[in-house]
């Protein structure tokens, strides 16, 4: 089976009707009035109160928190040690801040798509009320791109138009293609074994689940979770 993210070649009946009953739909341009999205600013918060995704703006420029650290040094104190990603050209930088100093953190915008299709490293996104579309690089979701299906709800944080980061919903339903045979000789009977799914992705099952069963997984940490109803 070819792993990764499966490709969708074929829109389903209630996707079709919205873009037949919608022939204008298009790239969401950055001059549309929704996308220019207004960005607060100002707020001034301390150093250790940042959090990975958070966006921040330093000497002119705009970062968000790739990786942020709490270190000790002995005599020296405390520090936060970030790595920053540019959102203009997508080059990392690192910082130190001292844990209580003041830094401008800026808002980001929260929206909600649908996934059309994934094809090429990207995904094909559509605004549901507005039925603009948008396309974003699979690595937007990081791992979690290999969950992306046809109509599934995704999240996207924007900055002035841009997108930052994208998610996927935190349980999703797979089926399992294949499952891992029982070593013979074993008596004891193991609390998992490897299930494949219908994504490409390897992940532990209890030992009853079978080929062809619909399962629940957590996105964040690829767990099961349960049987899906």
């Not at 499966?6 to 079709?16: A, F, G, I, T, Y």
């Not at 000790?72 to 100093?101: H, T």
Request: hydrophobic share 35%; net charge positive; proline share 6%.
């Amino acid at each position: 089976m070819k792993k990764g993210v499966q490709l969708v070649k074929r829109l389903s009946p209630s996707l079709s009707t919205v873009f037949s009953s919608n022939a204008s739909t298009h790239s969401l341009p950055s001059s549309s009035p929704w996308w220019s999205a207004s960005q607060h600013r100002g707020v001034k918060v301390n150093a250790i109160h940042l959090r990975p995704g958070n966006v921040i703006e330093k000497s002119g420029r705009v970062y968000q928190i790739v990786e942020s650290e709490h270190k000790q040094r002995g005599r020296g104190g405390a520090l936060m040690q970030m790595e920053l990603r540019d959102v203009d050209n997508g080059n990392k930088v690192s910082f130190r801040f001292g844990p209580e100093e003041t830094v401008e953190r800026v808002f980001v915008e929260e929206r909600s798509f649908t996934c059309l299709y994934t094809e090429n490293n990207t995904a094909f996104l559509i605004e549901p009320e507005t039925f603009d579309q948008l396309q974003v690089p699979l690595d937007l979701f990081g791992k979690s791109a290999a969950y992306l299906k046809e109509e599934m709800k995704v999240r996207l944080q924007l900055y002035d138009g841009r997108p930052l980061t994208a998610a996927v919903p935190k349980r999703v339903t797979c089926t399992i293609n294949e499952t891992q045979t029982p070593m013979k000789g074993v008596s004891a009977t193991p609390r998992f074994k490897k299930a494949l799914l219908d994504n490409g992705l390897t992940v532990q099952v209890p030992p009853y689940l079978d080929t062809g069963e619909q399962i629940i997984i957590n996105t964040e940490d690829d767990s099961y979770l349960g049987r899906a109803n």
